[in-house]
């Protein structure tokens, strides 16, 4: 929860509690980005309008550092505009305060919802790069596999042709 104001922060961490969030705090755009770049977070809820490094700043850097971030942009001064704005930039949502409980509840549904579809892109993903080292692997042991069946065939063969020909000469009674 970013924001200069205590009481929202209060409140939100509150509220986030109670809907079983670990919550932390920061008063400022610039704490908020340290913070996350310590440990970084699912979801964050930031004023617009802040000291040092504006809610829409820090959005633009945490999108930078994480791009499937969720962040929630709450202000008191809401325009059409810059609710527009902070969708381009990468908000996940965009309230107007004073808000409500159900409002928070709904967003952390969302974002609940939007963690575990990157969650199961990202495992997808991982699997993919699995699927692609095991066939890489396997193409790796039938070429092993081959040069094998080769050598094998070569070293064989070569006895055998030998035996075949003293057979011969021996069924023929060439050798007497």
Known sequence: VVDDEPKI??????????????????????????????QPADVIFTDLKMPKLTGMELLGELKRLEPLVNVVVITAYPSVEGAVETMKVGACDFITKPFSLVQIRAILYRCQHRLSLHQQLRSAGEGLVKLEELNRRLAELNELKSHFLSSLSHEVNTPMCLIGEWSALLADGTLG
Not at 9 to 33: K, P, T
């Open 9 to 38: 922060r209060q409140l939100l961490e509150r509220i986030l509690i109670q809907e079983g969030c670990a919550v932390r705090l920061a008063q400022d755009g610039l704490e908020a980005l340290s913070k996350f770049r310590q």
